[in-house]
Nanobody, 121 residues
């Protein structure tokens, strides 16, 4: 079935940059909105950024001006470019997407397993 696979997480210093990728694979007819969410220890999962099928973007206030979400429809991939990273950005980052599987007439929402981002000196 459909899977979302994140990559690009790791350890970076404050002020550094990191680029996350998420690839959707499987029996896919189409992909709608895609997004990134994050969850820090002891906190609820929160929205970071979303991008619609027509490239409309939305960002959490905490990341505006620092993070950029983009997508490559030919590669079924969504990216999150993270600049000027702060310790507060430390979290597990999850990919999310609305996907229509082949031969199915409805859309489903999928989550990746997450990738750890740690910002520390």
């Amino acid at each position: 079935q459909v899977q979302l696979m994140e990559s690009g997480g790791g350890l970076v210093q404050p002020g550094g940059s990191l680029r996350l990728s998420c690839v959707a694979s499987g029996n896919i007819f189409g992909i709608g909105a895609m997004g990134w969410y994050r969850q820090a220890p002891g906190k609820e999962r929160e929205l970071v950024a979303t991008i619609s099928s027509d490239d409309t973007t939305n960002y959490a206030d905490s990341v505006k001006g620092r993070f950029t979400i983009s997508r490559d429809n030919a590669k079924n991939t969504v990216y999150l470019q993270m600049n000027s990273l702060k310790s507060e950005d430390t979290a597990v980052y999850f990919c999310n997407a609305d996907v229509r599987p082949r031969w199915i007439t409805r859309w489903f929402n999928y989550w990746g397993q997450g990738t750890q981002v740690t910002v520390s000196s």
